[in-house]
């Protein structure tokens, strides 16, 4: 039966960009969240090697006040997205100037940025910003160790390589990205395993020592990919198998900087754009809030006034499902580090009765293969998403994909940028 008549907050895997095209260039009430990595740009191994397309950086702005971005990656730095903008004009005064740069949440949430590149660490001390400075040599040198024990097949240089693209010394979030590694172990499965497994221990010893310097609330670790929480609360890493490099980046991130929570502050600046007034308080940041989804959902609704609340739009491409199997009984790993904020999102639309959409975009076709790519057919002349990024035996995943792009980053862009146009029209 066709779903073309339903609005598209109650459609799943619909391909009616045209109808997303319209929406935003219409709706006044209008909040975009939007991800970065693999959204606006292509997936890399190297996040040193990334592009963005200046076109769309123009098109952003023409959203101004209704767009912001909210990514695990950071602002600043030599892998930031700031360095990356002014790489595509190769006019850093150019790019302040004009207001260039995107405006929103990094570092999971920690780390606030305007369109002039001014940023700022709410919620954050020196001590825990000391402590973060120090990981990414802790993560090299473990490296080094690692492979000084065996070399697994490897000259020298290229270990050494691969270290130098692996240890992303971010601000907020250092993080182990092990794109490349995969790559090299594309035939010696075991021995990536090895490194996955050396990489999650290096990261609970970081946890242990931070405790030991009287930062025990401080910190968790980011796993991405990921297989969900586990009972405690703990992300839970996902292991290669065959092609799929499983988790690939190994985030040591701030407690409080997680995506979902950064909807609130987003919110919070948002009302006060609109009345003046903000609902949580100037100052508030991540770290005061709540984690729980409920918690999260409860405050919003005593706080935020439900007349001004705008249509959201929240547009992500990392949502996994993986089957688990524990004594022939099926259950479901639902993870991915855009899971969240998008569920979130979802929730408030439905609470509130805004009619929020979410929006996948397929960035599978990267350089980086741990994606499920979205399933096309040809059905009665007309091309349909029959089958989405998780498993599709999970029936009852709660998060619902309205609107999807299976032409990845690209095809995203061009939509975006025609709705910039009409907006502005």
Known sequence: MSTSFLPLHER?????????????????????????DGVCMGLVKDPLTRVIDPNYLEATQLFDGHFYVLTNGEHIGKRGINSIIERAYNDDN?????????????????????RYG?????????????????????????????????????????????????????????????????????????????????????MDELLENAQNKGLKNSFFVHYAPNLGK?????????????KDSGTTDFQFMLRGAIKEVGILVILNRYYYQKTGKYPLGEGFNVRQAPRKHEELLSLIKERFDPDQMP???????????????????????????????????????????????IVYIDSSD????????????????????????????????????????????KQYIQCFREAAQSRKN
């Not at 586990?230 to 065959?242: F, P, R, S």
């Open 12 to 36: 799943s895997l619909s391909l009616d960009h045209e109808g997303l095209i319209q929406l935003l260039a219409r709706e006044s009430n209008l909040l975009i969240i939007q991800d970065l």
């Open 94 to 114: 150019l790019v302040k100037n004009r207001g260039l740069y995107l405006p929103g949440l990094a570092g999971g949430g920690v780390q606030w940025q305007d």
């Open 118 to 202: 001014e940023v700022s660490h709410p919620g954050v001390s020196d001590q825990e910003l000391g402590f973060l400075a120090s990981v990414p040599q802790v993560i090299e040198t473990s490296l080094k160790g690692f492979f000084s024990q065996d070399n697994y097949g490897l000259d020298y240089s290229t270990i050494l390589d691969c270290i130098q693209a692996t240890v992303l010394d971010n601000k907020v979030s250092p993080t182990a990205n092990l794109n490349v590694f995969h790559e090299v172990f594309i035939d010696q499965e075991n021995d990536y395993l090895k490194l996955q497994q050396r990489m999650k221990q290096l």
């Open 230 to 242: 586990d009972k405690q609360g703990q992300e839970m890493m996902q292991l290669a198998q065959g």
């Open 311 to 357: 249509i959201i739009v929240g547009v992500g491409d990392t949502v996994t499902s993986k089957a688990i199997t524990n004594d022939d009984k099926l259950s479901f790993g639902r993870g991915g580090s855009d899971r969240g904020f998008l569920e979130l999102i979802q929730e408030i639309g439905k609470e509130f009765k805004t009619g929020n959409i």
């Open 366 to 409: 990267g350089e980086v293969k741990n994606r499920k790519p979205l399933k096309t057919e040809k059905i009665n002349d007309e091309i349909r998403v029959i089958e989405g990024p998780g498993d599709p035996r999970d029936q009852h995943d709660p998060l619902t994909l309205n609107v999807v792009f299976p032409g990845g980053h």
